[in-house]
């Protein structure tokens, strides 16, 4: 069997005809498997979803209860049509997996969202050797290399302990990044309360029953400025009374750069990441020595010129779907 | 990673504790050339922009590279960004090892010294580094850094100012006095001296003051200057310490006699500059501070009437019967005078802050109107000023900038507001829709041919924010024309 006709590009997503079903729909599809619980890939309304089952418990947290829910746990194969899956971790958030295929003697990857550093949230990313690999590219530029997570967050606590009368609010993504953000400051020793709204608090009980120990969490909208001073504030957007002399943050993979940074008018940028930065999408695709790598999710260019440079065939997820049109 | 704390945050406040936590962690001699680097004292020869560009096409694909410079658009940050860090190599001993071998190299030699740090270094490490090394400067706040380095001596801020001032990166005098492991460096000769810097006048506390026991002098018509001339040779020092020496070399150069005096650099009407002299610090080589300001006055008056033609004039006093006289003259002031200065005639002269009734500032009153806010601009990393314009035949025209700090409380909400209304950004500008008005207080009106109103507001500072008013309540450029000087 050929790779395109195991995974093809389509207007709702990636679609696996033999398997009928696609991979993080767009749009509302009769069966989709899912990688992750971030919204952009687990939408609501589909007629049947399989997922690992933190995904499942996130997508039933977000939008209720998820119609024809299959939970399957990590490296468990079974059988859809006829073609094999199974779900191996992608180190991106709690849940998070790369969907492989496999029909006569055919392999594809779609990874998903992935990184390669160590997230104490979730699983490290396992390379599956593959014919056709389904790559993510939101960071796919040499300027992005994301610093060691550990320097970051001592950053964060050297801000800390050097302004200790004042509150410190970081923004960060509610589902995934505050988590990790309160994993690692609570390994850097930081034991004292952290104060979150009330969705990432819903998140973070998801995560404890998974077994993630958070430490002391409080809710940030019932304390009162004068509670906030000196304290560790994560934020997700929305309304917030903080005090006046709040220092303000950003985790982001954006933020390694230094005119994002500015442009947020941010005190304390943390470049912090869920996503593979360029030394480890280049060091992924060498690994997973696909015969063909697909790029979505990004800009493809420079990822396209590397691959040139290392021989390996790497095409435009964009640019497959445009010929499947005609 | 101490310039990047520093240039995230405007709170002067936060700057300084950030500088004095560094300066406590970091020995010698490597905290004193991250000074240096922070003030642009370092000896590092610059790096054009093409070559800085063929360094970088060394290490990284041109192609990758070219995709890159075009998402980030600063070349130094990019080229910090990119440049793979050779892991298995030694880093650096010191900060210090790497000054040296860069100040050492010649302008041939410098890229190639340079690439090979790049190599054993760290993004942020690499970015300070080429930032230097393209002549950007790191940091404009250096009175911060003397003000830190004073507070970590214990030490007097004006005797820390000449001692910065006289020493040479790696400051090893400097730090070896503010450690107590040696005197205070002895003032070189005909070095900077801080001027003195009187506290604006409290108008509720005038009935208290005799107005016989002062003399008053125009203030602000110029650059306020220090000349210090020895053994024949001729400096000019702005009052923040920057040798302004090569900018008035053809005013300097033939000047005889020693001194110390403290002025104003005017320009005049038919061209050329004038050094206003008010008041000396030494003259020939004798320390007039602790005279009164009377016999300092009369002695630089002989001064300067022995060297006839000379650069420096005596700044003339202003007659006044009474405090009411002076307000009349402040309500119409000379050209360009922001304001007087009066100084009593028995006051010794004290540089550095003044905190008594010894020397003081009687501003103008700066009038007021409303504007429109048309741009933000980012200086260094965070939004820090705007730029204000008023209507004229039906088109919103730029007046003027003002510093984003002076919002104080308001600044917050105002960075929120420009964010939300945000059309574009051009570099580090930042268009926004024109519906804010602020308030704006200014010095004067003044011709402008590089405004297209044809004019612009010179002092103009932020003093306030009308977020209710509809932008019709603001400034028509009519209405600045009328006051514009004839």
């Known amino acids: ?326 | 990673m101490l310039w990047e704390s520093l240039a995230c945050r405007t709170n002067p406040d936060d700057r300084l504790r950030l500088l004095l936590d560094y300066l406590r962690r970091v020995p010698d001699p490597d905290r004193g050339f991250a000074m240096a680097a922070l003030a642009a004292r370092l000896p590092i020869a610059r790096l054009s922009a093409a070559r800085l560009k063929a360094l970088a096409a060394e290490r990284v694909d041109a192609q990758l590279l070219a995709a890159s410079l075009g998402f980030v658009g600063d070349g130094p940050e990019t080229a910090a960004l990119v440049w793979p860090q050779d892991l298995t190599a030694n880093r650096p001993a010191s900060l210090a090892e790497v000054v040296d071998s860069l100040a050492q190299a010649g302008k041939a030699a410098m890229p190639g010294v340079l690439a090979g740090w790049l190599d054993r270094l760290a993004t942020p490490e690499r970015r300070v580094l080429l930032r230097l090394a393209s002549g950007a400067r790191l940091f404009a706040d250096t009175r911060a850094i003397r003000r830190a380095l004073a507070l970590l001596g214990g030490v007097d801020q004006v005797e820390l100012d000449v001692a910065w001032h006289d020493d040479r990166p790696p400051y090893a005098a400097l730090f070896a006095w503010l450690a107590g492991r040696a005197a205070r460096p002895a003032p070189r000769p005909g070095g900077y001296r801080p001027l003195m810097q009187p506290p604006l006048l409290d108008e509720a506390a005038l009935p208290g003051r005799d107005p016989a026991d002062y003399l008053a002098c125009w203030q602000g018509q110029g650059q306020r200057a220090l000349l210090a001339a020895e053994a024949g040779i001729a400096r000019l020092y702005s009052a923040d310490g920057e040798d302004l020496s090569a900018e008035f070399r053809g005013a300097l150069t033939g000047r005889v006699g020693d001194a110390a005096l403290d002025g104003e650099v005017v320009s005049l009407p038919r061209g050329g500059t004038v050094l206003r002299v008010l008041d000396a610090l030494r003259l020939d080589d004798q320390d007039v501070c602790a005279l009164p300001f009377v016999e300092r006055r009369t002695r630089l008056a002989a001064w300067l009437a022995k060297r006839p033609g000379g650069w420096g004039t005596l700044a003339p006093t202003l007659a006044f019967a009474d405090w009411a006289d002076l307000r009349r003259l402040l309500a119409a002031p000379a050209e360009g005078a922001q304001g007087i200065v009066l100084i009593r005639r028995d006051g010794r002269y004290r540089p550095g802050e003044v905190q008594d009734d010894a020397c003081l500032v009687w501003r103008r009153p700066a009038p007021r109107l409303g504007a429109v806010v048309l741009y933000a601009h980012r200086l260094g990393t965070a939004l820090a000023e705007l730029t204000i314009g008023a209507y004229g035949e039906g088109a919103l025209l730029p007046v003027g900038r003002v510093a984003l700090a002076d919002a104080g409380a308001e600044r917050q909400r105002l960075v929120a507001w420009i964010r939300d209304h945000a059309i574009g950004w051009f570099g580090p500008t930042c268009q926004v829709a024109p519906t804010l008005v602020v308030e704006i207080a200014y010095e004067t009106v003044s011709r402008s041919a590089r405004h297209k109103a044809g004019l612009t507001l010179t002092g103009a500072r932020l003093v306030g924010v009308r977020w209710q008013a509809p932008v019709a309540t603001a400034v028509q450029l009519a209405e600045l024309a009328r006051v514009l000087p004839r």
Request: charged fraction near 20%; aromatic fraction near 6%.
């Open chain 1, 1 to 326: 069997m050929r790779a395109h006709e195991l995974l093809r590009a389509t207007p709702a997503g990636l679609y696996c005809p033999p398997g009928d079903f696609h991979i993080d729909p767009t749009r509302a599809v009769a069966r989709a498997v899912i990688t992750h619980g971030h919204s952009d890939h687990a939408r609501s309304g589909h007629g049947a979803v399989l997922a690992t089952p933190a995904t499942l418990e996130m997508m039933a947290l977000r939008h209720g209860a998820v119609r024809g829910g299959q939970a399957l746990v990590y490296n468990h194969p079974v059988v859809v049509n006829g073609v094999t899956l199974w779900l191996a971790p992608a180190g991106h958030v709690l849940g998070s997996a790369q969907v492989v295929l496999q029909m006569a003697g055919c392999r594809a990857v779609v990874s998903g969202d992935y990184k390669r550093t160590a997230d104490p949230t979730c699983p490290p990313f396992e390379p599956v050797a593959c014919d056709v690999f389904v790559s993510e590219a939101t960071f796919a530029l040499p300027v992005f290399r994301h610093p060691p997570p550990e320097s970051e967050i001592a950053r964060l606590l050297h801000s800390a302990a050097l302004f200790p009368e004042r509150c410190h609010a970081i923004g960060a993504y509610v589902l995934g990044k505050t988590q990790r953000l309160i994993r690692l400051l609570r390994q850097a020793g930081y034991e004292r309360p952290i104060y979150l709204q009330k969705q990432a608090l819903a998140i973070c009980a998801l995560y404890r029953r998974h077994g993630q120990d958070l430490g002391t969490l409080l809710p940030a909208a019932g304390a009162q400025p004068g509670d906030l001073a000196g304290a560790m504030v994560l934020t997700s957007g929305g309304d917030l009374a903080l005090p006046v002399d709040t220092v303000r943050g950003f985790a982001s993979g954006w933020m390694g750069i230094q005119e994002h940074a500015r442009r947020r008018d941010c005190e304390l940028p943390l470049a912090l990441s869920d996503h593979a930065d360029w030394p480890e999408l280049v060091m992924t695709l060498r690994q997973v020595a696909a015969g063909e790598t697909w790029v979505t999710h990004g800009r493809a260019d420079a990822l396209l010129r590397q691959a040139k440079l290392d021989g390996l065939r790497v095409r435009a997820l964009a640019d497959i779907a445009g010929e499947g049109g005609h």
